[in-house]
C-alpha cells in the first residue's frame, strides 16, 4: 500500500528537501537583531516566521489579508493600538505548503487602562469590534460574514445589524469565558484563486495592558506560538507585538515555553486525528528550534495526495458556504442576494469536478474502485435540486479515502514517529486511530462507543467524523 507514496514523495533526498523548504534568501534584520524582514521586502517577523517563506507567495498572502485590515479607531479615554498577521501554515505557501485551502489572519488589539477596568475595556473592544463589521459590510469582493463566539453561536451580518446591543454583550461573553472568537467571510475570485472564492478568517485577540506596561492580561487567551510564527503587514506592528508581548523570545524560559507548548498542540492533534495539522505544528516547532530533521517528512506529508483532499473538501466547504448564501436569498423579500454567486457557483463546481477526477484517478489516491464513477454523477444530481447534499458527499468521500492514506504515509515517516515516540503519544495514537477508523458498523442507537473514539471526539466535538468509504457514497 506504501509504495506508490515512497516512489514519488521520495525521489528526492531529505537534503534536496530542506533546500526547498528552507530556499537560501536574504532576511533583512533590524537594528536589535530579532525582527526580520522578509524576501523580496514582504512581511515582517521573527526569522522563525519568515525563514520558510517564499517571496512571491508571502506577498500574495499579504495582500489578500488587506481585505480584512479596517481603519483606525478610537478607544474613547483608553490608549489603543493594533497589529494584524498572516501566520502559518499560510505563510509556508510556496515552500512547505503547496495549497491554499483558506487565509487566517489574527488581529491583536492592545489597549492601555489603570487596574481595575476591565469591564469597561471589554465594552470599549465591543464596539470597536462592532464598528468594524459595519465597515466589512461595505466592502467590494466579500460575501457577508459570519462571527463565531465559541459554544455561544454564530452570528450572521444581518442578526448583528438587527440586534448589535445583544451581539456586543454576546461577544463580551465569550471572551470573558476565554472562548475562541473569528470572523469567517469568502472572498471572490483574485489573484491565486482566480476560479473560486477564498475563505478568510479573522480571529480577534485582545491585550489588556496596565498603563505603565508592567503586566497584561489576554482575551481570550495568550497563544506563545503566535509570536514564532505571525508574518506581520508592517515592521512597525511587528515591533509593537514583541515590544508588549514578545521579551526576549529566544531566551531559554521563553525557547521552553514554546516548546512545551507546540508539543501540546502536537500531542492533541495526533490524539484527535488530525494528521496534517500535526505535521505542520511539528514543522513550526523545527523553524523554532532549529531541529530540522523531521521538516523533509513534513514537505512529504502536505505534498501528498492526503493534502490535496484536505483542499478538495475544503474547496466543497466553501462551496457549500456559497449555496447557502443562494439558498438564504432566494428565502428573502427582494431575492437579490444569490443572483452575484451563481456564476461563480458554476465555475467552482465546474474547477471542483475537474479537480475531484484528476485526484481520485490518481494511483497514489488508491481510491476504492467505484468511487469515481460515483463521484461522476453528482452533476446530475444538481437537475434534482440536490447539489448541496452532494457537495456533502465530496467531503464524506475526500476524508474516508485521506484516512487509509494518512496512515500508510505516516508509517513511512520515521523521524516524525520518533518524535512522537520522545513525546509519548505514537502508542495512544495507535490506538485511536484503531478506534476511530474501524470500519465496523455501530448499530443504530447503540448507547456503547469505544473509550478512545469517544475522548477523541469529546476534545473537539466540532471535529468532523470521518465517515468509512460506504458511509460516505451512501450522501450521494
Known amino acids: 500500500m506504501a509504495c506508490p507514496h515512497r516512489k514519488s514523495l521520495w525521489e528526492q533526498s531529505d537534503a534536496e528537501l530542506l533546500k526547498q523548504v528552507l530556499p537560501p534568501q536574504t532576511l533583512t534584520c533590524t537594528p536589535g537583531g530579532l525582527l526580520h524582514c522578509g ?119 444581518q442578526q448583528v445589524a438587527a440586534f448589535p446591543t445583544r451581539f456586543q454583550e454576546c461577544f463580551m461573553d465569550a471572551l470573558r469565558q476565554k472562548h475562541p472568537v473569528h470572523l469567517q467571510v469568502l472572498q471572490a475570485q483574485r489573484g491565486i484563486a482566480q476560479w473560486r472564492f477564498l475563505p478568510l478568517q479573522k480571529h480577534f485577540v485582545l491585550y489588556c495592558l496596565h498603563e505603565d506596561g508592567s503586566t497584561w492580561l489576554c482575551l481570550p487567551h495568550h497563544n506563545p506560538l503566535f509570536l514564532y510564527q505571525a508574518v506581520f503587514t508592517s515592521m512597525d506592528q511587528a515591533a509593537l507585538h514583541l515590544r508588549t508581548v514578545g521579551q526576549d523570545p529566544f531566551s531559554s524560559g521563553s525557547l521552553q515555553e514554546v516548546t512545551s507548548e507546540a508539543d501540546s498542540q502536537i500531542t492533541d492533534s495526533f490524539l484527535r486525528g488530525e494528521t496534517l495539522q500535526g505535521y505542520r505544528l511539528v514543522a513550526l516547532r523545527c523553524l523554532v528550534t532549529g531541529e530540522e530533521a523531521c521538516l523533509p517528512d513534513c514537505w512529504r506529508m502536505c505534498h501528498s495526495v492526503c493534502a490535496q483532499l484536505e483542499f478538495l473538501s475544503a474547496v466543497a466547504e466553501c462551496l457549500q458556504g456559497l449555496l447557502e448564501l443562494c439558498e438564504e436569498g432566494e428565502q428573502s423579500a427582494a431575492g437579490q442576494t444569490a443572483i452575484p454567486y451563481q456564476a461563480a457557483i458554476e465555475e467552482m463546481s465546474e474547477g471542483l469536478s475537474w479537480l475531484l477526477k484528476r485526484t481520485l484517478q490518481h494511483p497514489e489516491a488508491l481510491a476504492p474502485p467505484g468511487v469515481w464513477e460515483t463521484v461522476l454523477n453528482w452533476r446530475e444530481s444538481v437537475a434534482r435540486g440536490s447539489r448541496a447534499v452532494c457537495v456533502r458527499g465530496v467531503v464524506g468521500v475526500c476524508q474516508a479515502v485521506s484516512e487509509g492514506l494518512f496512515r500508510d504515509l505516516h508509517s513511512l515517516c520515521h523521524q516524525v514517529q520518533a518524535l512522537l515516540d520522545r513525546l509519548g503519544t505514537a502508542g495512544e495514537v495507535r490506538e485511536v486511530r484503531t478506534q476511530v477508523c474501524c470500519t465496523k458498523m455501530v448499530p443504530p442507537h447503540s448507547q456503547s462507543h469505544p473509550h478512545g473514539s469517544s475522548a477523541c471526539h469529546n476534545q473537539n466535538p466540532s471535529h468532523n467524523v470521518h465517515r468509512t468509504g460506504a458511509q460516505a457514497l451512501e450522501l450521494f
Open 39 to 157: 524576501p523580496g521586502g514582504e512581511g515582517f517577523g521573527l526569522q522563525t516566521a519568515l525563514r520558510a517563506s517564499h517571496p512571491d507567495r508571502i506577498k500574495e498572502c499579504l495582500s489578500l489579508a488587506q481585505s480584512m485590515v479596517c481603519k483606525p479607531k478610537h478607544a474613547g479615554r483608553f490608549k489603543m493600538e493594533r497589529s494584524i498577521a498572516v501566520v502559518s501554515p499560510r505563510a509556508w505557501l510556496g515552500t512547505l505548503s503547496p495549497f491554499l485551502c483558506g487565509l487566517q489572519v489574527v488581529e491583536f488589539c492592545y489597549i492601555r487602562a489603570p487596574p481595575g477596568c476591565l469591564e469597561e475595556v471589554l465594552q470599549v473592544y465591543a464596539k470597536l469590534v462592532l464598528s468594524e463589521l459595519s465597515e466589512l459590510d461595505g466592502k467590494d469582493g466579500l460575501t457577508p460574514y459570519t462571527v463565531h463566539l465559541g459554544p455561544g453561536g454564530k452570528w450572521g451580518m
